[in-house]
């Protein structure tokens, strides 16, 4: 089961993500990783409301 403390510490990555995109728009691997960590926190959110 995913702990509190590991939805907050992907939730703050996924920010780290989304600035590393906002400073390189055309940056792919910037986009790609910030994709693959948001989804990881969707499924994370999701198991945590089952």
């Known amino acids: 089961m995913t702990t509190s403390e ?3 510490a992907q939730g703050l990555l ?5 600035q ?3 400073a390189a728009p055309d940056d792919l ?3 790609r990783l910030c994709d693959e960590d948001l989804t990881r926190l969707d499924a994370m959110l999701r198991a945590a409301g089952e």
Not at 14 to 18: G, I, L, N, P
């Open 6 to 8: 590991e939805i907050r």
């Open 14 to 18: 996924v920010v780290d993500r989304f």
């Open 20 to 22: 590393s995109c906002a």
């Open 29 to 31: 691997e910037a986009a």
